[in-house]
């Protein structure tokens, strides 16, 4: 099978059972983004030493794959790969990585050693992928899931890139407004 369809010459691409629509549907939008949300989080693990955060980032992006799958599918009868026990798990990471971090007093500006630096990408690239399914999240209620995962996925993301610097020895810079 050759790497190029065509299909999409005119401005269009393919739901799952065969929809067309075209490429700047907010789904599609929204897709794309959850899509570069994995890629960042790919460039991540690029450079990640530490295997509490490895695994959890690999994870990640298998779910990524599947939440993507699933803003593909018109079907609201089919189940969704991405549940409730998927977002959960978000939240049991986000909480083992902040007991082992000091309390925060002050808001911290992105950045440290480079595995922080590429998770606040990441973060805030998801951040903009939930902000996508919100867009078309009243033409489909059956989004809401979506909008939750990434919303916890983007917290998680903050949390490692915290615990990436305190791993390393760098210390949470504040802002100072």
Not at 107 to 131: K, M, Y
Request: include cysteine; hydrophobic fraction near 40%; proline fraction near 3%.
């Amino acid at each position: 099978m050759k790497l190029y369809t065509k299909r999409g010459d005119d401005g269009g691409t393919d739901l799952f059972a065969g929809q067309r629509t075209t490429k700047t549907d907010p789904r599609i939008i929204a897709i794309g983004d959850v899509d570069e949300t994995n890629a960042t989080i790919g460039l991540a693990i690029a450079v990640c030493g530490p295997d509490e955060i490895k695994d959890i980032l690999l994870e990640i992006q298998r779910r990524l794959f599947d939440l993507g799958a699933d803003l593909a599918t018109l079907d609201t009868t089919k189940p969704r790969r991405i549940t409730q026990n998927h977002t959960e798990q978000l939240e049991k990471h986000i909480d083992t990585a902040c007991d082992q971090l000091p309390a925060m007093k002050h808001f911290i500006l992105p950045g440290g050693c480079e595995l922080a630096s590429r998770l606040h990408i990441a973060r805030t690239v998801c951040r903009r992928a939930e902000r996508a399914c919100v867009a078309f999240q009243g033409r489909d209620a059956d989004v809401d899931h979506a909008v939750i995962y990434l919303n916890r996925l983007s917290d998680l993301l903050f949390a490692l890139a915290r615990r990436a610097n305190q791993i390393e020895g760098v210390d949470d810079v504040p802002w100072v407004g």
